[in-house]
């Protein structure tokens, strides 16, 4: 499938139009949708009032500040279930589940309280109903409160309330990066060496916005190439998703994770959306602390107000984790502060979106140091070290304008730099070696032994990134409708030094004679890579035969310029129709669906990729005498560049029920999807061939104490195949599943809550290019063999049902909670498919890198014998890991002056999880325990107090 | 434990949570995640025997170990029949021969006894368990004096065998044949891939061949393989791959040895003659690797070597072409000796086209049979017992390693990451020249030196 054609691309969205005008006239004449009311009142829990408390219905502009006795009451309010946001400064946030019947009025009562601990409304699970702000689609909502109480270091920690995602343990040992919704399979190798596995391509697809500006990995180069064979030594990660260790827990205000599909305001995505917002405004001072055997992390926070129109919030955090105490000193630390500003002009009093222009600075500094240092004893001469430093900067303007109406003006420049280091010794046999960096023939030298390989990878990715958008609100043909449209610009590029090593002492000691070895690199050459966007989003309520419909339609086209501007030509577009729609027969049920197309654009290292090198051995005369040996090699340099490579499109899809009563009454939700992703970027192996010069020697006796020379003009030459390895959009990832949630309300007698998740996920991940088999290097040297087969890609599937169970234990007199956590794996299945019968090759490839398909009918003919073998290099035996089950379990106490003491215990019984058979190891990550404390200082040191 | 101090009101109020049940369930949580890493482990039984100390062997419903006696009774093959009334020994049956017993996959797990006049002997206390066992018996001089002209190149008599012994007694029965000088032989392998490092060097590798005849041998064309290798039970542990009962048609084939590897020596007939008594090496790289590693051979005087496109070629060693290749060694020319052991051998040269193949299962390259009439000597080695029980336990040897007619009984001295080689145990000089031990097996046959010696036979 094709989305390279910009005029199929439009016409397709003319049938978008044609949708849009559909709605317009179903909306047409409908009555307008009934509304209800929500009054209520605040009060500390000895029913003290609470006034000038801010109380705002989630997920919409309604908002209200209580008077002097606490009360409140909200207009307008359109019907159906919301959540009910109370906050005020000294005090824990209270988030209240109303379902609102239209034309009602629903009365509630709030108690807060210093501690969040003391409140009875706490959620510390995901709200299974929840909706992010201004969308739609299926999302996870998490809170702070579930925050509080989740055991995380980092954003991975946050995102095991989402469903599908595995537990892991606390900590910034490795890597963290989320593909959603796909199996991550037990197999984490990819399918064509060099290209990323399909958990790397669903996390390269999973979009990130922090407070509001996209996070970026399109730049990160810090990846040695297929042929680099100290890359698994790196420490950090090259491929894939932004590393979630970069995103402290602490500083986590709010965390939305869209599953679904998303609106057209989010872009450069395959997967999903997860939308980060960290804490600022007013936030009382407070520290905290987290302490295990392997990890220990501190933080503070502190917000206030700066004369009436400013608010000043910093953080910080610190964080270190050691992978193996007492064994290595290797240690992941990560050090993160964050300076978020916001200047109201004009009106100052009252809520930001009142305000006639408000202006919010956000400026992130954070270091992520890994550091596995030598262990002469063990591993002599290996060590790796690296280190991520990113600053960004970014702003955002808004503009209030009449009628509720705004626009927005999002401006953020990030840079990262990213170091790493890698060395181990290497040993090789003797070979003959060159290290030419142009095209030619040269006399080359023959090298054996053992050496050390010191590789550095010095890159500096930069991301420009600016958005415009309006945000209004009309009463159109007799519908509500929430429009937002606007314009995003980005440029990414990498300035670093690029990838050093010694050539003589390269990261590689494999060398079949052909295949040459890599070669330093500048990315400071590297072009940058401009996209733009434009976009439209409309959100509308209808009413439908007594039914609520409720209704988000979008458009978005990505473009991806060839050029390193926004007003360089179009190298490829991706128009992107969205819809999603909810029926509501009842408040309390909800009939969902959605399908959209999304795009994410190629990494900078797949638009421009290193220049391949192929050193060739015309000579190998290696004689006893060092004095008389003779190599001499030709270097060829391929450029594998592919200037067709253009976006990957997913295509979502989703269908589902959601019945619920309030986030704290019964709630169940129940969802399939199919996401599609098409022309993922991979390596196609496109073959081609070198000629090879054939030298006859003179002066060959030996004991002359002089090497040989060459009889020159040349008199043969023979052909090398080789394959070039371009990236390209072959690549598919193919996710399909159920994803249940159940949310059953608290037994009273008890104090317990039960939550439980439920997710089947299978995951095909398919390479549409060709594959040449390991025996391909072999085919290449032997000069004899005319011609090899080749065969189809490989079909990965992969099967994963996941069910977690939550069980909370609350009470709010005590300020005491206890999750029990239950994982329970019920089936974890990895297969490859691809023929690997005598009679599986598709054809053959000759020595002049010439493809040849053989039909399936004359493949058991005798004239093909000799590409009658068996395929090499796939095994299509079945993985599976039995189902099991572990425990974790986290205990979360009220400590004097709002503080908080937390214990946590990560697979509590030590169970192993296990696959069978002599390559036996552990499933489940190990025991492992600790404490948590988090205190505010306002009240302890006097520098902030409650104000009721 | 609740002291005063700067975070006393923190301390205090933990310590005084009101609730019991709050405070037992994260006592109780506290208390089992402390204790998870005491475990309490067992006395191991005193070693007294073969093979004790290991865990398999332990009777756990008894609560002490089951022991065996095992009874070896030899048997001459009937073949050998005039041949043993020549040398005067007792009807079918072989006395004052030499028996050694080696419990599998266990170390420094080796006894020896002598048959007695029955051509028996016995060994009591064994633990219960799968054993090696092999029976040699040299000729002297004297008895080889007695010998036929037809028969005068009989060296001794060797058989051997594996099987499972149980309390309280079992026995076997060895079947032993006349061991013939041979021609052309293996006399030493270095199958050495040292680590350097964290990684392997496994450049250094070669095959010696000795002509143990009186005559000169051309070795032009003759053939150096590796032979079947599929006598380990993958079947039983990895799905999907070859269970012993479907490899021993090819591993147990009596017609010939399929043979994944084979390098065929170059020449035309008369290019490359050994004389009696003289040795050639055949090197992975003709190269002088004690420049890596000094405890690694100098081989810039083999008599052949194996390139490929991507090792150096001494233009002074004639190269040997690797004609069938399973393995992939990513251009570098080599003799493979695998990482677990297996059968190597050297043969006369064959017309490849007149000869069977067959590609089993999953491989990439068809195989051919090298005729049994062509094999000239064969090797065949397990790993250690050493490394067996660290290594090769998870998957376990087959019932059939080799057949008969080319081995009668499997050395167990492989160990690549030793820097050692296994030579062939010399009988002693016989017209000034050394004369090799071959007794068609390898257990008797062949010993593990310390002292690698390419080119050289003492």
């Known amino acids: ?809 609350h009470r709010p007199d005590l300020g005491f909670v206890v999750t029990a956590v239950v994982e329970h794996i019920a089936k974890e299945v990895t297969e490859d498919i691809a023929g690997v019968d005598p009679l599986s090759f598709a054809g053959y490839v000759t020595r002049t890198g010439d493809l040849v398909p053989v039909p399936r009918a004359e493949r058991g003919n005798p004239e093909f014998a000799d590409l009658q073998v068996a395929r090499s290099g796939v095994t299509t035996a079945r993985q599976s890991t039995p189902a099991d089950w572990f425990l974790s379990l986290q205990v979360s106490k009220s400590l004097p002056f709002g503080g908080r003491l937390g214990f946590y215990a990560f697979n509590l019984l030590d169970r192993q999880g296990r696959i069978t058979g002599p390559l036996s190891a552990r499933v489940f990550p190990r025991l492992q325990f600790g404490l948590e404390v988090m205190m505010p200082l306002g009240a302890v040191f006097g520098l902030s107090e409650p104000r009721p | 434990m609740c002291r005063a101090g700067r975070l006393s009101h923190v301390i205090d109020a933990t310590c005084r949570l009101r609730h019991k049940a709050s405070v037992m369930l994260l006592v109780s949580a506290l208390l089992t995640a402390c204790e998870h890493e005491i475990t309490l482990l067992k006395p191991l039984p005193t070693a007294a025997s073969p093979g004790d100390g290991d865990s398999a062997a332990v009777d756990s419903t008894a609560g002490t170990l089951q022991r065996a006696t095992l009874t070896i009774r030899t048997h001459l093959a009937p073949g050998d029949a005039a041949l043993a009334a020549t040398l005067g020994l007792p009807d079918g049956v072989l006395p004052e021969a030499a028996v050694t017993v080696s419990r599998v996959g266990t170390a420094a797990s080796t006894v020896q006894g002598t048959t007695d006049s029955a051509g028996a002997t016995e060994f009591s206390g064994l633990l219960v368990g799968r054993y090696d066992v092999s029976v040699l018996r040299l000729l002297s001089a004297a008895e080889r004096a007695l010998l036929d002209s037809s028969d005068a190149d009989v060296t001794g008599f060797a058989g051997g065998g594996s099987g499972s012994v149980s309390a309280p007694s079992t026995e076997f029965t060895i079947t032993t044949s006349a061991g013939r000088r041979g021609s052309l032989v293996i006399s030493e392998l270095f199958p050495a891939m040292p680590r350097i490092g964290d990684q392997g060097y496994n450049f250094a590798t070669y095959i010696e061949l000795y002509n143990n005849t009186d005559t000169t041998i051309y070795l032009d064309g003759k053939l150096i393989g590796m032979g079947p290798f599929w006598f380990r039970d993958f079947g039983q542990t990895q799905k999907g791959f070859f269970p012993c009962s479907l490899t021993v048609q090819w591993q147990d084939d009596p017609d010939g040895l399929w043979a994944p590897m084979l390098i065929r020596l170059p020449g035309n007939g008369t290019s490359y003659p050994l004389g009696p008594g003289l040795a050639a090496v055949v090197a992975s790289d003709a190269i002088d690797h004690s420049v890596v590693d000094r405890r690694l051979p100098n081989l810039t005087t083999a008599a052949f070597e194996s390139v490929g496109s991507a090792d150096v070629d001494n233009p002074s060693v004639p190269n040997a072409r690797t004609i069938v290749l399973e393995f992939q060694t990513l251009g570098r020319g080599m003799m493979f000796f695998g990482v677990g052991g297996g059968i190597h051998f050297v043969a006369d040269a064959v017309d490849l086209n007149t000869v069977p193949w067959m590609r089993p299962g999953s491989y990439n390259n068809r195989i051919p049979r090298i005729p049994r009439a062509k094999i000239l000597d064969v090797f065949a080695s397990s790993m250690t017992p050493a490394l067996e029980a660290t290594e090769g336990m998870q998957t376990p040897l087959c019932d059939r390693f080799i057949n008969e007619v080319f081995d009668r009984q499997r050395a167990v001295l492989f160990d690549p990451g030793e820097i050692a080689s296994i030579q062939r145990r010399t009988i002693g000089l016989f017209d000034g020249r050394v004369l090799l031990q071959r007794t068609k097996s390898s257990a008797a046959d062949f010993i593990s030196s310390r002292l690698i010696s390419p080119g050289v036979v003492r």
């Open chain 1, 1 to 809: 499938m094709s989305f390279g054609s910009v005029p199929q691309v439009f016409s397709r969205g003319g049938l978008l139009l044609a949708c849009l005008a559909l709605f317009w006239t179903t909306a047409r004449g409908q009555e307008r949708p009934e509304t209800g009311r929500i009054a209520g009142r605040v009060t500390l829990a000895d029913g003290m009032p609470v006034p000038g408390a801010i109380v705002t219905v989630e997920g919409t502009d309604l908002r209200v500040t209580t008077d002097t006795a606490g009360r409140f009451h909200l207009m307008r309010v359109p019907a159906g279930p919301h959540v009910l946001l109370v906050r005020r400064l000294g005090y824990a946030p209270a988030r209240i589940g109303v379902t609102l019947p239209a034309g009602g009025l629903v009365t509630v009562k709030v108690t807060l309280a210093r501690n969040w601990l003391n409140m009875p409304q706490i959620v510390v699970t995901a709200d299974p109903t929840g909706r992010a702000r201004g969308e739609l689609g299926t999302a996870t909502v998490i809170n702070r409160d579930a925050i509080e109480h989740q055991t995380a270091t980092s954003l991975q920690g946050i995102l095991e309330l989402v469903p599908g995602v595995p537990l892991q343990p606390p900590g910034l040992a490795t890597v963290q990066q989320i593909p959603l919704r796909s199996v991550p399979t037990s197999t984490p190798a990819s399918l064509v060496a060099g290209g990323p596995s399909a958990a790397e391509l669903a996390a390269f697809g999973t979009l990130i916005v922090l407070d509001g500006v996209p996070l970026s990995n399109n730049a990160n180069l810090q990846t040695t190439g297929p042929r680099g064979e100290l890359g698994s030594f790196l420490p950090t990660g090259g491929t894939g998703g932004v590393d979630l260790r970069l995103i402290p827990a602490s500083t986590i205000e709010r965390v939305e994770v869209i599953r679904g599909v998303p609106s057209a305001r989010y872009g450069d995505l395959s997967q999903g959306v997860i939308v980060v917002d960290t804490r600022a405004a007013s936030v009382e001072p407070a520290t905290g602390g987290r302490v295990d055997p392997r990890t220990i992390e501190g933080n503070a926070i502190y917000g206030s107000a700066v004369g009436v129109a400013q608010r000043l919030t910093t953080s910080l955090d610190v964080a270190r984790t050691r992978l193996q105490p007492g064994l290595t000193a290797d240690a992941a630390t990560r050090v993160a502060a964050r300076v978020a500003h916001r200047l109201r002009i004009g009106r100052s009093d009252g809520p930001v979106e009142s305000a006639p222009l408000a202006l919010d600075t956000r400026l992130d500094l954070v270091s992520l140091v890994a550091d596995n240092p030598e262990r002469p004893a063990v591993f002599p001469g290996r060590a790796s070290f690296g280190r991520d430093l990113g600053l960004r900067l970014s702003e955002r303007l808004r503009v209030a304008l009449r009628g509720g109406n705004s626009a927005t003006a999002t401006l953020s420049a990030s840079y990262t730099q990213q170091r790493s280091r890698v060395q181990a010794l290497r040993l090789r046999g003797a070979l003959p070696f060159t290290d030419r960096v142009t095209e030619g023939t040269s006399v080359g030298r023959f090298v054996e032994g053992q050496y050390l390989s010191q590789l550095r990878i010095e890159g500096d990715a930069w991301f420009l990134y600016g958005r415009l958008e309006g945000d209004f609100h009309a009463h159109v043909l007799g519908v509500d409708h929430r429009f937002v449209t606007g314009g995003e610009l980005r440029r990414e590029w990498n300035a670093g030094a690029g990838l050093m090593f010694d050539i003589e002492r390269p990261p590689q000691v494999t060398f079949n004679g052909v295949q040459g070895f890599d070669r330093p690199r500048r990315f400071d050459v590297i072009p940058p890579v401009a996209t733009s966007t434009l976009y439209a989003d409309d959100r509308l309520l209808l009413s439908v035969l007594g039914m609520t419909l409720e209704t988000q339609v979008g458009l978005r086209l990505d473009l991806l310029h060839s050029g390193t501007h926004w007003f360089s030509d179009v190298r490829h577009a991706v128009l992107q129709p969205r819809v999603n729609l909810q029926l509501s027969p009842w408040p309390w049920i909800r009939l969902r669906g959605g399908f959209g197309r999304t795009a994410k654009t190629p990494a900078v290292g797949s638009l421009y990729p290193a220049r391949q090198y192929y050193d060739v051995v015309n000579v190998n005369w290696f004689a006893n005498d060092p004095a008389e040996r003779l190599a001499v090699l030709t270097t060829f340099i391929r450029d594998p560049t592919n200037f067709g490579l253009g976006f990957a499109v997913a295509r979502k899809q989703e269908a589902g029920l959601e019945m619920g009563t309030g986030s704290r009454g019964l709630a169940l939700s129940v969802l399939a999807f199919n996401d599609r992703t098409s022309g993922g970027v991979g390596f196609r192996s496109v073959p081609g061939f070198l000629v090879r010069d054939l030298y006859d020697l003179a002066d060959s006796t030996s004991g002359t104490g002089k090497p040989p020379s060459l009889i020159e003009p040349l008199t043969r030459a023979d052909t090398v195949p080789i394959l070039l390895g371009r990236p390209d959009n072959v690549l598919t990832l193919d996710s399909r599943g159920l994803e249940a949630t159940l949310a059953i309300p608290e037994i009273r007698l008890l104090h317990i809550r039960l939550h439980v998740q439920a997710t089947w996920v299978q995951t095909e991940f398919r390479d549409e290019g060709l594959d040449f088999g390991a025996a391909f290097s072999d085919f290449q040297i032997a000069g004899s063999q005319p011609r090899a087969p080749f065969w189809e890609g490989i079909n990965r599937t992969s099967e994963r049902a996941l069910i977690t169970y939550r069980l909370v234990y």
